[in-house]
């Protein structure tokens, strides 16, 4: 049996976790909550550094309830990128002195491909068009011919990063996805805002300024600011995924990433898919965010096919795009 260590640090959420080829062992997680605004790089860093050997010393202790120990480590996962760079070379350094001191391969991840093949493994999902939603990164990807390749994606911000910069205008803690959907939830009212959609790829940080100037200038409600805001930004991401569908004539969908906990996105995708006859799958809100299981179940499957990363190329990457990566674990049609 395999065993992997997954390290995931890439934004605001440390995390430690223990896989196997049956199931997720035991995780551990400290999160930064930053006192105001978003989150800082340093300060994130910062955070992880002195948490790291807590986190994964609970690992440890959690996995050798379950009757496993070190020794049957077989290889230490991290997330090479993307991310933020002082919080991904913090963990970087973290996991290669866990690889040299305990002698085991090293595997360097992407973080966006973790989010998909979590979703997969979860669901019981062969071949979706994929919906990447974090933070930073908006993408719809398909795999085809050894890659996952970006059908579109944002042409500037994430979603996750619009609807944080808006919460944080309205004066609401980090993480603020989900006080803007709290609000949104009591919205009647539609305000307009630009839908923009250039072929396969989407702009969101008009519709933010657009939302800022509706509550500043034009005085609407809130609530019904935050409901406009999400409905048209969700239904950008639904025409885009629900075309991907159609070029590639598939009938599976699987949204990942934290935006992806959003119940109204998961009701407009999931309807999508029904009015075409197609699946529609959502991974546990656990495995939406980020977190060191995902990380350890690509290790594993990047170790069960014979890849492995020497440590003189371990070095982190904070634009790694999932496209770059050559998938080893999945047949080539």
């Known amino acids: ?3 992997i260590l997954g390290l995931e640090g890439t934004a605001w959420n440390l995390s430690a976790a223990l896989v196997s080829e049956e199931r997720a062992v035991y995780e551990a997680e400290s999160t930064y909550k930053p006192l105001h605004g978003g989150i800082h790089p340093r300060e994130a860093a910062q955070h992880h550094a002195s948490e790291l050997k807590k986190v994964v010393s609970r690992a440890f202790r959690g996995a050798e309830k379950e009757g496993f ?4 480590i077989d290889a230490i996962a991290f997330s090479q990128g993307p991310g933020m760079g002082p919080c991904l070379r913090t963990v970087a350094t973290a996991a290669r002195a866990l690889s040299i001191s305990l002698n085991t391969p090293l595997i360097g991840v992407n973080h966006c491909i973790a989010h998909i093949e979590i979703g997969r493994w979860r669901c019981g999902t062969k071949d979706p068009v994929v919906l990447y939603v974090s933070g930073a ?3 719809v990807l398909a795999y085809r011919s050894g890659r996952y390749r970006i059908l579109g994606e944002t042409l500037d911000i994430g979603i996750g990063n619009a609807l944080d910069k808006l919460a944080r205008y ?4 980090h993480p603020g996805g989900p006080k803007i959907e709290e609000l949104a939830s009591k919205g009647a009212e539609y305000v307009y805002m630009p839908y923009v959609v250039k072929g396969m790829d989407l702009s969101f940080s008009g519709l933010t300024t657009s939302a800022k100037d509706a509550i500043n200038l034009h005085h609407h409600k809130t609530e019904d600011v935050c409901y406009s805001f999400q ?3 969700f239904a950008m991401l639904t025409e885009v995924t629900e075309r991907a569908m159609a070029h590639l004539c598939k009938d599976e969908m699987l949204l ?3 935006v992806g906990a959003n119940r109204r996105l998961q009701q407009m995708l999931q309807t999508m898919c029904h009015d075409r006859g197609a699946n529609f799958y959502v991974p546990e809100n656990k ?3 980020d977190n060191g299981t995902m990380i350890a179940y690509l ?3 990047m170790f069960n096919s014979g890849n492995t990363t020497p440590i003189e190329k371990s070095a982190v990457n904070p634009n790694y795009r999932p496209d770059e990566v050559e998938v080893t674990w999945r047949d080539v049609e």
Do not use: I, P
Not at 170 to 173: C, H, I, K, P, R
């Open 1 to 3: 049996m395999t065993l």
């Open 69 to 72: 120990s070190l020794r049957d």
């Open 137 to 139: 990164n908006s993408q």
């Open 170 to 173: 309205l004066g609401l803690s």
């Open 231 to 233: 409905e048209t930004a």
């Open 256 to 258: 990942a990433g934290g």
């Open 287 to 289: 495995y939406l965010k």
């Open 299 to 301: 290790g594993l499957l």
